[in-house]
């Protein structure tokens, strides 16, 4: 080899480790805030995963995803924003209920925010509105408190003949005085007695459980937080062994064993929050992308957890649920 090519050569062995980390450091970050555990949301996350790679972004070669799990701890939110805002994400997704997406809005006003937040992000004053949110962020609304009433229904056609039906709410949830009111207002209407039960640690959760017969309780409903998801297994083998049916607000408690379900897909939710995601990475601005929410909400019945439960569900409710599980 001549000394000019052996020369060149050398230059650029010396040059491509730069060159590869300034290729790398040029792939996009998206940060992802969750108040929840990463083994709670292997599904979802994968159904995010697929939103991205729908609008051309796969994790690991044309962007990398920045996850920070809360784990049910709230107050460490504000942290985990603020570490993001710090590793300078492209875009802050926030999951989990409404207090991930207050996080990320006082972390930062110019990083877009693609939030998924169970009720009317306008007033929660995220958005400006649902069509043109306006400033930095924009997102999903599950609607999960405006069919509470439709969730404690349910739980009476399903148990008619049950007595008193508790309600679970965690009071550490931003949220819980909202929730508290939507609900008490929802069985006021259907003219049902409920009793409200404060859970917010796994051993409050067994407490409640094991006070249900003392209480004349009939059955229940769980208001939509993260702690509730964690514990989904835990909920359901208490239920399941002190025989109280249930009604949730996601249809990954009837598969895992819950007697029903009614709500959004989850997993549509999530698909959407990366598309989404994917929009802005491709420069589209958040205040051009309308909240989007859902327009159809799932039926799941589990006829196998009913049938141990000695409950005969009508045959009416078995044609309108969009999925009965043998």
Known sequence: MRRREFLTFFAGLTTWPF?????????????FLSSLSAAALTGPVAAFQNGLHSVGYTEGKTVEIE?????????RLSALAADLVKRQVAVIVTVGGDPPAFAAKAASTTIPIVFMV?????????????????????GINLQISEIESKRIELLRQLAPTRNVLAVLINPKNADADVQ???????????????????VSTE???????????????????????????????????????????????LREFAESGGLASYGSSLAEAYRQAGVYAGKILSGVMPSDLPVVQPTKFDLVINLK???????NVPP??????DEVIE
């Open 118 to 138: 169970g009720r009317d992000p306008v007033e929660l004053g995220l958005v400006r509105s649902l069509n043109q949110p306006g400033g930095n962020a924009t």
């Open 305 to 311: 957890t009913a049938r141990a439960l000695g409950l």
């Open 203 to 249: 051993g409050e959760l067994e407490e409640t459980f094991a006070s249900f017969k003392e209480d004349n309780i009939g059955g229940f409903i769980l208001l939509a937080d993260p702690f509730f998801v964690d514990r989904r297994d835990q909920i359901i083998s208490s239920a399941a062994q002190g025989r109280f049916p249930g009604v949730y607000f």
């Open 67 to 75: 996850f920070r799990w809360a784990e049910g701890h709230y107050d």
């Open 19 to 31: 060159e590869l980390q300034a290729e790398q450091a040029a792939i996009p970050a998206v940060g």
């Open 316 to 321: 009416l409710l078995l044609a309108l649920a």
């Open 180 to 198: 508290l009111k939507v609900v008490q207002s929802a069985a006021h209407a259907l003219n049902e007695q409920i009793k409200i039960f404060n």
